[in-house]
């Protein structure tokens, strides 16, 4: 894939935020567009396109919230929204969900795209838990929207994000999490476009990524110095946004990529996969992708998307889409449904997760975290 190939589009401020942040690690590189209501905040982004739409229904002062609205919006510019995918050959959508505009105005985007014939990986913050209630339902609503149309979805829950910046300060947290973010999903564009020797190209990020997997998470670490490897893997083996790893046992697919210089040693590819291996479930499938760029000599960048069917605690739990594959989970065929040769209906419960435990750690054993109902585990449909 050529770098120019792939194209990064914002929806809404934090979705352009999250744009400006990964064109600040690759400037020339990276092909952006940011899609708002708002026009300051367009007029704020480093985008390198810039589509205002709605203006006859915001008059440019973005949605305030209203989804309604932001959907509008949408609908009517539908044309010009499809006119930016026209050459790319993979569209990386940036928002975060909670706004009118990131929540209702990405998943017509995925859809235009789709329509376009051009897959898609949208990655979304959800919102903080303090934002209220609102905010929480604007985003959930979208989710199920977005796993219906793109070909990969991450969702990153923003309490957790801001709990791995470091900081606990409003102007040093936000742009140390978007940067966190904006570095992440760089180092997945720089597999992408400047593979070495091991590759993982698009259709792996897809097999990750894609809804029927469950919820995709990221997670990553930077470290440098002799020991790097063992200390970046020590990093992303207790990040927050794995759970502190323990998660990972439930994981049947990941993908780990590796930025380093050229002095990246087979011995520090071995540091980092062994210790996640030994985290993860016996069956998982697990791509490597590196990349070498000679800037990143003496340190390395370590980024793993992990799909748990269940979802990851703080952020949105639900059963799988569709039904997994047969390799991916040891009990695959419901009896009552298969046995007796009539179709039976899917019960539409509620998406049950972690429920009143969502907040608490998870109650393990052997890998499982028992606080999730066993059918929902199991990623068997009532
Ligand atoms: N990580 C991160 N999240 C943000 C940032 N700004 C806002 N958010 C989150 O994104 C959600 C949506 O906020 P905005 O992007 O400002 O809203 P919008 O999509 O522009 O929508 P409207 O302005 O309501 O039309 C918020 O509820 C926050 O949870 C940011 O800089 N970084
Ligand atoms: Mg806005």
Known sequence: ???????????????????????????????????????????????????????????????????????????????????????????????????????????????????????????????????????AALARAAVPEIREAADGLILIPNDKLFKSVGSDKVNEAFPAADAALGMSVWSLWQILTRPGYLNAGPADLAQVTKPERGIASLAWAEAHGRKRGASAVKQLLTHPMLDGGAALGECRSIMVSIVGGEDLTLKDLGDIMAPIKAACHERVVITLGTSID??????????????????????????????????????????????????????????????????????????EDLDIPTYQRRGIKL
């Open 1 to 135: 894939m050529e770098h120019n190939d792939i194209l990064v589009i914002g929806i809404g401020g934090a979705g352009g935020r999250l744009v400006d942040a990964l064109a600040a690690r690759a400037p020339e590189a990276v092909r952006t567009a940011m899609i708002d209501t708002d026009a300051a905040a367009l007029a704020a982004s480093q985008a390198v396109s810039k589509l205002q739409i709605g203006s006859h229904v915001t008059n440019g002062q973005g949605t305030g919230g209203d989804a309604g609205l932001a959907r509008r919006a949408a609908t009517d510019d539908a044309e010009i929204i499809r006119g930016l995918f026209s050459d790319a050959r993979l569209v990386v959508v940036l928002a975060g969900l909670g706004g009118g505009t990131g929540s209702a105005v990405t998943p017509e985007v995925i859809k235009a795209a789709g329509l376009s014939g051009t897959p898609t990986l949208c990655v979304a913050t959800q919102p903080f838990s303090f934002e209220g209630a609102p905010r």
């Open 294 to 367: 000679p800037e990143w000599k003496a340190r390395l960048l370590l980024t793993l998307i992990a799909a748990r069917p269940g979802g990851w605690s703080g952020g949105v739990e639900m059963r799988p889409a569709k039904a997994q594959e047969p390799t991916d989970l040891p009990i695959t065929e419901n009896p009552a449904v298969v046995g007796r040769g009539g179709v039976q209906t899917t019960l539409q419960l509620e998406p049950a997760g972690r429920g009143r435990f969502a907040n608490t750690d998870p109650t393990l054993l052997d890998g």
